[in-house]
T-cell receptor, first 115, second 112 residues
Framework: DTGVSQNPRHKITKRGQNVTFRCDPI?????LYWYRQTLGQGPEFLTY????????KSRLLSDRFSAERPKGSFSTLEIQRTEQGDSAMYLC?????????????FGPGTRLTVL | GNSVTQMEGPVTLSEEAFLTINCTYT??????LFWYVQYPGEGLQLLLK?????DKGSNKGFEATYRKETTSFHLEKGSVQVSDSAVYFC???????????FGTGTSLTVIP
């Protein structure tokens, strides 16, 4: 078990550029979540997938944000036309569909800086 | 709505001191409650959890009790160590759905 991995770990981009992040969940986990964390704040939910289906999206997820999980394994989060306000840590988490409440396992995050 | 309010930091304690980090929540129904910890340079890790009223979660000497009457889930440890220095996040998972709601985090520094 290698845990949840995210790539890249850091991304610096200019305003207006598009960026894409990747998350590889723990292999047997069928649920995958994206969060955004800004400095001094806790993670804020963006969206989650069960297998390849995107089941819930936060109002924080503007039209410039899109997430996919095409084969129910890894996921990508794309931000189009980045703005300085998009600068944050983007966290991915995963867990298994289970009858009991279970924890979410978090990756190390991708830190985005928009200049 | 659902939200978590956490004691503001930073908190600085001497080794072997008693720790309390306050956490209160607002939720519809009866959520599950969690404490996550983030060590420097690492991702969030589950510290402990409680799924119903009066449950006590415990791990690594940390404890928290789910208090429905006060809508609280305060984190405590009797004797902190330097290695406990980290940011601690209180979180709730609502009864329906899978979304977690996190507090703003409390930074703890333990000095020798």
């Amino acid at each position: 078990d290698t845990g949840v991995s995210q790539n890249p770990r850091h991304k610096i981009t200019k305003r207006g550029q598009n960026v894409t992040f990747r998350c590889d969940p723990i292999s047997e986990h069928n649920r995958l979540y994206w969060y955004r964390q800004t400095l001094g704040q806790g993670p804020e939910f963006l969206t989650y997938f069960q297998n390849e289906a995107q089941l819930e999206k936060s109002r924080l997820l503007s039209d410039r944000f899109s997430a996919e999980r095409p084969k129910g394994s890894f996921s990508t989060l794309e931000i189009q036309r980045t703005e300085q306000g998009d600068s944050a840590m983007y966290l991915c988490a995963s867990n298994r569909l289970a009858g009991e409440v279970n924890e979410q396992f978090f990756g190390p995050g991708t830190r985005l800086t928009v200049l | 709505g659902n939200s978590v309010t956490q004691m503001e930091g930073p908190v600085t304690l001497s080794e072997e001191a008693f720790l309390t980090i306050n956490c209160t929540y607002t939720a519809t129904g009866y959520p599950s409650l969690f404490w996550y910890v983030q060590y420097p340079g690492e991702g969030l890790q589950l510290l402990l959890k409680a799924t119903k009223a009066d449950d006590k979660g415990s791990n690594k000497g940390f404890e928290a009790t789910y208090r429905k009457e006060t809508t609280s889930f305060h984190l405590e440890k009797g004797s902190v160590q330097v290695s406990d220095s980290a940011v601690y996040f209180c979180a709730l998972r609502r009864l329906t759905g899978n979304q977690f709601y996190f507090g703003t985090g409390t930074s703890l520094t333990v000095i020798p």
